[in-house]
C-alpha cells in the first residue's frame, strides 16, 4: 500500500539557520502531498499542499517541491524562527487513502 | 472541528463513545489515531452521511455518520493497546484532489 518516509528527529536548530525536512513516498497512484504542522496540544493544521508533480508549495517561508522522479516531497525553509518550533508530517492523500509520515520534532533555540 | 470529551480514562472492558462534530458542510469524515513514533493512522472515513468505510487500523473500533456533521467512534470493549491520541479531520469532497483536511483538537484515551 502507499506509505509515507520522513527523516527522523528530533531536528534541533539555531534561529535563522537552514531547514530541511526529507521526505519520500510510494504510491501506486497520483497522490496530492502535504506538509502539515502540529504545535504542543493542538491538531494538525495544514502548511502547504502540492497536487502534481513539479507543483511547488509555499508558505510562511517554508517550500517543498512534488518530485515524480524521485518520490519526494522534502519541506525547506531558509531562516527558522523559534515560533517554527513544532512537530511536522509529510502526508500524501490518494483518493480517500490518507497516510502520515512519523513527525519530525523541530526545535529552535534563540 | 470539535471533539467530545477531551481526555478519557477508562478500564480494560469498558465500552466508550467519543463525538466529532464539523459545521462546515463537509462531505468526508475521518478518524486517525497518533502514537509516539508513528504519526497519524486512518481507522475509519466517510464520504457522506449513512456512509462508512474502514482504514488502515479500523481492529476494535467502530463508526457511525448519522448526520452530516457528526462522526462517531466507538470502542465496544477498549482495551490498554488503544491508549493514544484520537484525532477528527474532515474535508469538502471525498475525491478532489489536493483538498485539505481541518483536525480537531484530539482526544487523549487512557485504558488502563
Known amino acids: 500500500g502507499d506509505s509515507v518516509t520522513q527523516m527522523e528527529g528530533p531536528v534541533t536548530l539555531s534561529e535563522e539557520a537552514f531547514l530541511t525536512i526529507n521526505c519520500t513516498y510510494t504510491a501506486t497512484g497520483y497522490p496530492s502531498l502535504f506538509w502539515y504542522v502540529q504545535y504542543p496540544g493542538e491538531g494538525l493544521q495544514l502548511l502547504l499542499k502540492?497536487?502534481?508533480?513539479?507543483d511547488k508549495g509555499s508558505n510562511k517561508g517554508f517550500e517543498a517541491t512534488y518530485r515524480k522522479e524521485t518520490t519526494s516531497f522534502h519541506l525547506e525553509k531558509g531562516s527558522v524562527q523559534v515560533s517554527d518550533s513544532a512537530v511536522y508530517f509529510c502526508?500524501?492523500?490518494?483518493?480517500?487513502?490518507?497516510?502520515f509520515g512519523a513527525g519530525t520534532r523541530l526545535t529552535v533555540k534563540p | 472541528v470539535t471533539q467530545n470529551p477531551r481526555y478519557l480514562i477508562t478500564v480494560t472492558g469498558k465500552k466508550l463513545t467519543v463525538t466529532c462534530s464539523q459545521n462546515m458542510n463537509h462531505e468526508y469524515m475521518s478518524w486517525y489515531r497518533q502514537d509516539p513514533g508513528m504519526g497519524l493512522r486512518l481507522i475509519h472515513y466517510?464520504?457522506?452521511?449513512?456512509?462508512?468505510a474502514k482504514g488502515e487500523v479500523p481492529d476494535g473500533y467502530n463508526v457511525s455518520r448519522l448526520k452530516k456533521q457528526n462522526f462517531l467512534l466507538g470502542l465496544e470493549s477498549a482495551a490498554p493497546s488503544q491508549t493514544s491520541v484520537y484525532f477528527c479531520?474532515?474535508?469538502?469532497?471525498?475525491?478532489?484532489?489536493?483538498?485539505?483536511?481541518?483536525f480537531g483538537p484530539g482526544t487523549r484515551l487512557t485504558v488502563t
Open positions: 502540492a497536487t502534481k508533480a513539479d
Open positions: 466517510s464520504v457522506g452521511e449513512g456512509t462508512t
Open positions: 502526508a500524501l492523500r490518494d483518493n480517500n487513502d490518507m497516510r
Open positions: 479531520a474532515s474535508s469538502y469532497r471525498p475525491h478532489r484532489i489536493g483538498d485539505e483536511q481541518y
